[in-house]
């Protein structure tokens, strides 16, 4: 079967740096994107990684390793705004997105 | 209108009555998808449409139905609603099928079934 895993919670301070891993196991892969989840809200984009490496954009960078089905989004210089969910998808050989539960963080000042 | 948009916002049905949940998008985007959202699990895709003309079944199509008569709209049906249909409803589209594009994601109908 297909799976995607995440932690289901997460906690952090303001200010600080947080990682939120994903593991997956899926039939094929055709790219791996996170998206942040605000309560009552709809996921919005945030990186997408199909290569090998790491990819930055602003205080949000997210790493890939295909060999090892494991990705991370890695979030620095913490808000209170970032609290929400962060969702990890894959999509599969059949282009479709595979979601994990998401992991929901917590941002204490 | 920009975007995604979804009606109703929120409702409450009876089991056993029909409804259909609306989405229109105005990006001219060919992919559009329904998906529900239950608390302790991921998104699960419940229809698909690549393209206006054409529709497929995701991970639990059981119970709904869509429609894609043209690029701008993909309404989802329940025939007869019960009450583990109960969900979040989230369409999503995307400017092609299978490309490195991400999904936009309409604002959501908050749906109970009783």
């Known amino acids: 079967g297909q799976n995607i895993d995440q932690p289901t919670e997460m906690t952090a301070t303001e200010g600080a740096i947080v990682q939120i891993n994903c593991t997956y196991q899926?039939?094929?892969?055709?790219?791996l994107f996170w998206y942040q989840q605000h309560a009552g809200e709809a996921p919005t984009f945030l990186s997408y990684n199909v290569l090998d490496g790491l990819e930055e954009k602003g205080r949000f960078s997210s790493f890939l390793s295909r060999s090892k089905g494991y990705s991370y989004l890695l979030l620095k210089e913490l808000q209170m705004k970032d609290s929400a969910s962060y969702l990890c998808?894959?999509?599969?050989?059949?282009?479709?997105?595979?979601w994990g539960a998401g992991t929901k963080l917590i941002i204490k000042p | 209108i920009a975007g995604i948009t979804q009606a109703p916002t929120s409702q409450i049905l009876a089991a056993g009555r029909r409804m259909t949940l609306r989405c229109t998008q105005d990006?001219?985007?060919?992919?559009m998808y329904w998906y529900r959202q239950d608390l302790g699990l991921g998104l699960r895709l419940i229809h698909y449409?690549?393209?206006?003309?054409?529709?497929g079944k995701g991970e639990v199509p059981d119970g709904y139905s869509v429609s894609r008569a043209n690029t701008d709209d993909f309404p989802l049906t329940l025939a007869s609603a019960v009450p583990s249909q109960t969900s979040v409803y989230f369409c999503a589209s995307t400017p092609l099928a299978g490309s490195y594009n991400e999904q936009f994601f309409g604002p959501g109908t908050r749906l109970t079934v009783l």
């Open positions: 998808a894959v999509r599969d050989s059949n282009y479709q997105l595979i």
């Open positions: 899926t039939s094929g892969f055709n790219g």
């Open positions: 449409s690549n393209t206006a003309g054409t529709t």
């Open positions: 990006m001219r985007h060919n992919a």
